[in-house]
Nanobody
């Protein structure tokens, strides 16, 4: 069994920064990508960023404020979030993909990921 655990969420004010971390444990598998998604109340799950090999993939609307990083073994993935806005309020999920696709574009979708964390709440409010 594979387990992903997110940490670092919380309540912050607009303009603040926050760093989320995700750690994978359990059954060993080849991780081809690790990603971050978020879901706000009443909205669909939204892609934020992913690391596939040496490639960093970003949602264009967030790439100026969010930065993803990972260790070489792809057992941890971090998401640095700067200049946070109230509309960033959501549950943030870490995900890992054991699937090898020929194109990066698949890793922008939740279907590429088999393993998910339980989510961590981020609330941006004054």
């Amino acid at each position: 069994q594979v387990r992903l655990v997110e940490s670092g969420g919380g309540l912050v004010q607009p303009g603040d920064s926050l760093k989320l971390s995700c750690t994978a444990s359990g059954r060993t598998f080849t991780t081809y990508a690790m990603g971050w998604f978020r879901q706000a109340p009443g909205k669909e799950r939204e892609f934020i960023a992913a690391i596939r090999g040496s490639n960093m993939l970003y949602n264009d609307s967030m790439k100026d404020r969010f930065t993803i990083s990972s260790d070489n073994a792809k057992t941890t993935a971090n998401l640095q979030m700067d200049s946070l806005k109230p509309e960033d309020t959501a549950v943030y999920y870490c995900a890992a993909s054991p699937k090898l696709y020929g194109s990066d574009r698949y890793y922008y979708t939740s279907r590429a990921y088999d393993y998910w964390g339980q989510g961590t709440q981020v609330t941006v409010s004054s």
